[in-house]
């Protein structure tokens, strides 16, 4: 297999007394589609946001194309990197966020367009060209000039993934990207999800959808406790986990969702 | 069964609370009543009194020294007001500084110039000669590249400009820290998830959602320097107060001539109200009409 897009290896994170992640190692392959699950406060969120950069490491190391994140290597060992250097590592990943954090300030169109244009210093024709093209293409297409208060959750998230995609990233990352949603608009921005994967985008997603996971992952990833406890194939996963703690898990989560469809 | 069927025949019309009358509130009608007797009262005050001396006022409301106090009065609130929020930024973002030494420096600042009456303070830099007869410029510990002379440098201006300043950047520091707090810790994080630089996450996403927090409290404090100038007269800066003083100190027209202070000072502060409301709509884009 060749190297990983994004590698996870060995990282830990403590906030205060609490532990939140206690050794992850995770490779996330091109095309590669991950999806992580677990109880909330096993870590999942923390790991996405570690990987993003939004939170520093205790210990262990990332990559991305191989190359060392947060840090570069000196003849005394490591050394952090300026908050510059990491925006500019920033610049190839791109997240999303539970909360959607849209630009309350800009239009849709700005929101999804700026950091394109600003950070990436792309050409404004083409990137807004491109971002109408996108928003038309899951469902926004008019909402261009609104602000996001005046749009649904579903559509609010829906502009995030738009902002998200129109950087370009190597890898995307989803910190639980429909948990904020109501039930009834859960489904929109799965749709755009699953579009994504399936044109053969790499990400990582925290989500609660086990339906979700078992659909659209390459590879499912269970954490508990700061750790990944199993990982697979979710079609395996589901149906023959390894562990006493994701049977548990899985049969609290699948039986809720499998009795509503 | 009879008084039934009467009921139906008066009511032939369904209800409509469309063509209902208002509710009868007699208080209100109570206050206006107060009010305009009151009113009246005021003009007979105002126009019956001759001491008020209205064509005095009107003799000395474009008197030349009165433009000319003016015009020190609004410059020293401007130059307070672009000194104070520089050096106010600065100290804001020390405050919210990760580092330790930085927040000390900061608190301190603040305790020490919001903490003193202005006009202390003003004294007190007016009579910086006597703490410091010489002002040197140099390297600490190193070459000197030049020296002045404590009491030419520090007139009335300076000590009122230094003082001025000093007040403000305390309070704008509060009022700015407390903006950049109040905006969600989320739109940090998107905005650094989206690449943006430290300085780009200040500028281009923070601050402008801090602004609708900052605007009304800095608007009032601009106010309140402006306001604020006619302490320095005390210092003998000619500012529009001791424009008008030195009139009556003259003619004894004490309270027209106060009149004519008062008249320009609401001019003053009424413009800046204007201009602080445009700025908080401006500042209120995406914020306003939800759905």
Known sequence: MSAPVLRISDVRKDFGPVTALAGVSLDVHEGETVVVIGPS??????LVRCAHQLESIDGGAMYLDGELLGHRRSPGGLRALTERRIAAQRRRMSMVFQQFNLFPQFTVLRNVTD???????????????????LLERIGLAGREDHYPRQLSGGQQQRVAIARAVLVRPRVMLFDEPTSALDPELVDEVLAVLRDLAAAGTTMVVVTHEMAFAREAADRCVFMEAGRIVEEGPPGELFARPGTDRLRAFLSRHLSEKEGVS | MTAM??????????DDVASARGRFRPLRWLFVLVLAVLLAQLIVFLVGNDRFQWDVVAKYLFEKSVLAGLGTTVLLAVAAMALGSLAGGVVAAMQLSGFGPA???????????RGI????QLIFWFNLAYLLPKLSLGIPFGPVFGTWDANSVITPL???????SLVESAYLAEIFRAGVSSVDAGQRDAARAMGYPPGQTLVRIVLPQAMRVIIPPAGSQF?????????????????????????????????????????????????????????????????????
Request: with cysteine; glycine share 6%.
């Open chain 2, 117 to 120: 009456p202005p006009l202390v």
């Open chain 1, 115 to 133: 950091a394109a244009i600003r950070v990436h210093r792309r050409d404004r024709s083409t990137v807004e060209a491109e971002a109408r093209e």
């Open chain 2, 158 to 164: 300076t000590a009122a400009v230094i003082g001025l």
């Open chain 2, 223 to 291: 106010i309140n320097v402006l306001k604020g100038t006619a302490l320095v007269s005390v210092i003998a800066m000619s500012d529009l107060l001791h424009a008008v003083q030195v009139i009556y100190n003259r003619t004894y027209e004490i309270v027209p001539m106060l009149l004519v202070a008062c008249f320009w000072y609401l001019v003053v502060v009424t413009l800046l109200t204007a201009g602080q409301r445009r700025l908080e709509r401006r500042f209120s884009r995406g914020h306003r009409g939800a759905r």
């Open chain 2, 5 to 14: 069927s009467t009921v139906e025949e008066t009511a032939t019309a369904p």
């Open chain 2, 103 to 113: 927040r000390w420096v900061a608190t301190l600042w603040v305790g020490l110039f």
């Open chain 1, 41 to 46: 406060g096993s870590g999942k969120s923390t």
